[in-house]
């Protein structure tokens, strides 16, 4: 068949850029021990800056093996899972690499999870010790008893800034809600972060790592239904900084500042934005809440030259008024991954900073990245790129998963490569319906091109099917975007008796525009196919999005579907 021909040709790896290679004789080294080489070769090096408050290689690695010992203190042991529950801040970059140098199991949790998502991910990991911010402290302390959790570790935002900020926080982050509104419990083994780290001494037991040992579970969504600890090894994990390193081989040996805003508890900004910044021998600009406002003034601050970001980072830094004061030549690249970055934001991005974006895919269960566009060779807008070194990647029919497409027709996206995972935490079923025949299902609707090049067309489950015709949302999106009074654009199925599903449209208006729906309606009659044009718009002042900034399709959907069952 045509299409088996192509993807077994792998025609890539002709568009890979120069140096980068199809395969990676992969160094056998854990993160601990990457991040040990990092603070040897560069010990007073600029790692992590948190506010304006710098810690060098030599301090991160100092801070490390103390919390290591004290983790070993009470207890901690290879598989143990220990539960992180922080913003980007320093102690958790600290906790992450001090769990792993014991073999302990990350889990790195959300903050902004619900007390029944927190207790869901902490029961079903096991984790015994929970590191938290202040701000929870109460919450999880009134928790614990539901969960196997022993002690927990409070730091806050005022534990590493610079003078006199630091002098002044206990005042101005009470005003700004950084500091818990009501004293914290009193409670037996709650402890604070830094009496742990000043009772200990840098010299840690150190477990024998191999890269069959698991070292993280990874949970993935969480706002609707019950979230799925995806079991990452320490082989995923390095192999995965190694493939991104390959991919870049002009950067490697030179010293760059990393805008560390994605999300840590995230698997893209884990590996993209710390771990990648490790194995580099980077810095990190740790920013814990990426709004606008902030990513802007720290570019204005700190000049960092790589920004790994998600859709709406760029969208809401575009639209703000201080984007266009701020100084984007600092930057030698922007990243985007996480959903689809609408092609009309790229281009109005691109013009506005003067930066490229190269746009790429990934999921929690490939830990993530499978897919990016070369940074000096073809970049095409709207593609996710090339699979990296080492991946193997597949379009397979919708129904069985068994056949190739011919190149140019969509089906489901399948991968093969090192930064695979093993599976689901306690879910069996799943795991068999994700790993079938040693490829990954990604429930992904993705074309390839002639180049090698992939596009995501939508997911399986959230592709409308009107009239008998496929319709994929995000081509929906894609041409509202192009509307200069929207800012965001949203499209799902809503039931309906004669043609199965409509369309119905949601849309957030960019600052002082007015629209109507009939407006909104007439214009996609230009734009759309008939049977794709939106029967319904609902204006709304936001969606709902992850954490990370992901637009929630399915939480339209279900607040959709609940509306109308009353």
Not at 4 to 27: C, H, M, N, R, T
Not at 35 to 42: E, F, G, I, K, V
Not at 185 to 193: C, E, S
Not at 340 to 368: N, Q, R, W, Y
Request: hydrophobic share 35%.
């Amino acid at each position: 068949m045509a299409g088996e021909v192509s993807y077994a040709s792998k025609p890539w790896l002709k568009s890979y850029d120069k140096g980068v290679p199809e395969k990676i004789q992969y160094e056998e080294i854990c993160m601990p021990d990457i991040l040990d080489r990092s603070a040897a070769q560069n010990p007073d090096r600029m790692a992590l800056n948190f506010q304006g408050y710098t810690m060098t290689y030599k301090e991160l690695k100092d801070m490390v093996d103390r919390f290591a010992t004290w983790l070993a203190g009470v207890g901690i042991k290879k598989g143990d899972a220990v539960a992180i529950i922080l913003p980007n801040m320093i102690p958790c970059v600290v906790a992450y690499y001090a769990i792993h140098r014991l073999g302990g199991i990350v889990v790195l949790n959300n903050p902004t999870y619900s007390d029944r998502e927190l207790e869901h991910q902490l029961n079903d990991s096991g984790a015994k010790i929970m590191i938290i911010i202040d701000l929870l402290a109460n919450r999880m302390i009134d928790l614990r008893p539901k969960t196997k959790v022993k002690q927990i570790i409070i730091t806050s935002i005022g534990d590493y800034l610079p003078f006199p900020v630091n002098l002044l926080f206990p005042l101005v982050g009470k005003k700004k809600g950084l500091l818990p509104a009501k004293p914290i419990k009193q409670a037996n083994d709650v402890l604070r972060w830094k009496d742990c780290i000043a009772k200990s001494q840098p010299n840690p037991p150190k477990a024998k790592l191999t890269f069959d040992d698991t070292a993280m579970y990874q949970y993935t969504g969480g706002t609707t239904g019950v979230s799925k600890g995806v079991i990452l090894t320490h082989g995923n994990i390095s192999k995965q900084v190694q493939q991104i390193r390959a991919w870049f081989p002009k950067f490697t040996g030179t010293y760059n500042v990393n805008l560390g805003a994605l999300p840590f508890f995230h698997v893209f900004g884990m590996s993209c934005a710390m771990n990648f910044s490790i194995i580099q021998g980077w810095g990190d600009i740790l920013i814990p809440k990426p709004q606008p406002e902030p990513l802007l003034e720290a570019i204005r601050k700190f000049k960092p030259n790589f920004g790994a970001l998600v859709p709406t980072m760029f969208i809401g830094m575009l639209n703000h008024p201080n984007m266009k004061t701020t100084d984007m030549t600092c930057f030698k690249g922007f990243f985007s991954g996480s959903a689809p970055l609408p092609v009309e934001v790229i281009h109005d991005f691109e013009k506005t900073a003067g930066s490229v974006i190269c746009e790429g895919f990934g999921m929690t269960e490939t830990t993530p990245v499978t897919h990016t566009n070369p940074f000096e060779g073809v970049r095409k807008i709207g593609s996710i790129g090339l699979p990296i070194s080492d991946t193997e990647c597949r379009i397979v029919d919708l129904d069985k998963g068994e056949t190739d497409m011919p190149v140019g027709e969509p089906g489901e996206l399948i991968i093969r490569g090192p930064q695979v995972t093993k599976g689901y935490l306690n879910k069996p079923e799943e795991t068999a319906g994700l790993l079938r025949n040693g490829w990954c299902y990604t429930g992904d609707i993705a074309t390839m091109d002639e180049d090698g090049y992939f596009y995501i067309v939508d997911r399986k489950k959230d592709m409308i099917i009107s009239g008998g015709f496929n319709v994929y949302p995000r081509d929906i999106d894609e041409a509202y975007y192009e509307h200069p009074k929207v800012m965001e654009a949203c499209a799902i199925g809503i039931p309906d008796a004669k043609r199965g599903e409509n369309v119905k449209l949601f849309i957030v208006l960019k600052e002082g525009e007015t629209a109507t729906a009939e407006e909104m309606i007439e214009y996609g009659k230009s734009k759309l196919a008939t049977y794709k044009l939106p029967t319904e718009v609902e204006f709304r002042k936001e969606l709902p999005k992850s954490t990370v900034g992901k637009v929630l399709r399915k939480e339209l959907r279900a607040e959709e579907l609940a509306k109308r069952k009353k």
